[in-house]
T-cell receptor, first 111, second 113 residues
């Protein structure tokens, strides 16, 4: 079993749709959860950061963590063509030394 | 807001040549990392460092070397370049004091021909 699995995509949605991106993980020691957005020919950019279980909202983006199910999600409301990118989930434990990344989901938002 | 800076952005190498990818960060992070990212394969850790003078191998260290003489700099050396090292390389840094998040540079695209 891989340490982190992510919905592979690619995912194409019309502009204005609600997008759900998901990752599952196996290591119960993970406490810090991140979502990165990566545009073509660019480095991953930190989008959302959550500690432990719960929800966090930032504008059109909502990150959810369910540690009991070892499942994290990123929701994008009112998706825009500018949201077209690859989204990576990432996580680490309390030591914050080793990070584990999902393989990424490529999202295309069509105008 | 420099963050993590990598150079060069693009490079073409011939088989057997050597080169160094430079990385510097201005966030005073103690941890630094080098990843490579191949299409559809996700990020693979090459080497990492927990502080100046301390480095350790990651998942795919063969063909690479690193050093960490200062907190800010973490260069990656490619010795005897091979076509299998054609990839995009990302330097990153993190700190426990900064909420356990990792920040990436813009990437270095390397082609070995």
């Amino acid at each position: 079993q891989k340490e982190v699995e992510q919905d592979p995509g690619p995912l194409s949605v019309p502009e204005g749709a609600i997008v759900s991106l998901n990752c599952t993980y196996s290591n119960s020691a993970f406490q810090y959860f991140m979502w990165y957005r990566q545009y073509s020919r660019k480095g991953p950019e930190l989008l959302m950061y959550t500690y432990s279980s719960g929800n966090k909202e930032d504008g059109r983006f909502t990150a959810q963590v369910d540690k009991s199910s070892k499942y994290i999600s990123l929701f994008i409301r009112d998706s825009q063509p500018s949201d077209s990118a690859t989204y990576l989930c990432a996580m680490t434990d309390n030591y914050g030394q080793n990070f584990v990344f999902g393989p990424g989901t490529r999202l295309s938002v069509l105008p | 807001n420099a963050g993590v800076t990598q150079t060069p952005k693009f490079r073409i190498l011939k088989i057997g040549q050597s080169m160094t990818l430079q990385c510097t960060q201005d966030m005073n992070h103690n941890y630094m990392y080098w990843y490579r990212q191949d299409p559809g394969m996700g990020l693979k850790l090459i080497y990492y460092s927990v502080g100046a003078g301390i480095t350790d191998k990651g998942e795919v260290p063969n063909g690479y070397n690193v050093s960490r003489s200062t907190t800010e700099d973490f260069p990656l050396r490619l010795e005897l370049a091979a076509p299998s090292q054609t990839s995009v390389y990302f330097c990153a840094s993190s700190s426990q004091d900064r909420g356990n998040t990792i920040y990436f540079g813009e990437g270095s695209w390397l082609t070995v021909v």
